[in-house]
């Protein structure tokens, strides 16, 4: 009796340890910006979403406003999968896919939906491949929006207006190219620094998109503002290839559903932000007279256009852009 009674907890104690146990997965999500900021909305949603799908097998913790690494910092910890996931913007991959500066092109797309079929598209496939030979997977492109110009010098009506004229620009080939295309003076400086460099008179003017304008209110300490839609800023989400590729397939499937569901919803509100967010520059400008805004014409828009466009060739080489890339993105209707 004794004797079976050992044998049945040891077919017991087997049976349970034959038994799979499923362990609950985390995806460390690092953002540069506070949870307030669009993106972090748009990440919580993201989180419920997998959560709930997965059944809490795979569990999402996101750690804002850089508490986790700076953008210089975390495409390497992504590659050492200290964490799992971010959604740095195109410029920090200038060094290591120099192809995404496609996207800093002036006046590349037509328009923001054609932009968007860009990246959904063929162009933007390719490009994901070459952040997949990088060791990352690319999820998605989401937007910031599209680029304006302003200055505390000369009013920019025509490309003219902008001869020797300090710009600030980020870290960028081809925005320093664009600037020297119309004769301005391109001037690397970070972030953080704009607003002063503006107020102090270091800088005449700079280039960004509405949302930014606003929020580090560049507006105040500049005469004035042109709309040019002539760049685009933007964000590419991407995860650990070192976490995807070890993630099982329906855990795959939740995090791509929810990642497509999420794109959509991205696109939406950064629009609704630049638009709400240039409503009010435009209501200060109203109130103060300290802004004079130009809303140019399609004429006007064109000359920039021809300005700037010449200096296309000067990235047809495949270690810059592609020639193939560039003209792909051109004929996406």
Known sequence: MKLMKITMAATLLSAVLATPVIAETTLRISLQLPLKHHLGQNLLDFKQQVETASKGDLKIEIYPSAQLYKDNAVLKALKLNSVQMAAPSFSKFGKIVPQLALFDLPFLFKDIDQLHRVQDGEVGQKLKGLVYKKGFVALNFWDNHFKQLSSSGKALITPADAKGQKFRIMSSKVLEAQFQAVGANPQMMPFSEVY????????????NTLSNIYTKKFYEVQKHLSITN???LGYLVVMSKKFWDKLPKDLKSNVAQAMNEAT???????????????????????KTGRLEIHKLSEAQIDQWRQAVSKIYPEFYSDKKIGEDLIKAAIATK
């Open 264 to 286: 959509t919803e991205e696109r939406k509100l950064a629009q609704e932000l630049n638009d709400s967010q240039f409503a009010l520059i435009e209501e200060y400008a109203k």
């Open 196 to 207: 002063s460099g503006l107020q102090q008179g270091v800088i005449d003017g700079q280039e």
């Open 230 to 232: 002539h760049g685009y």
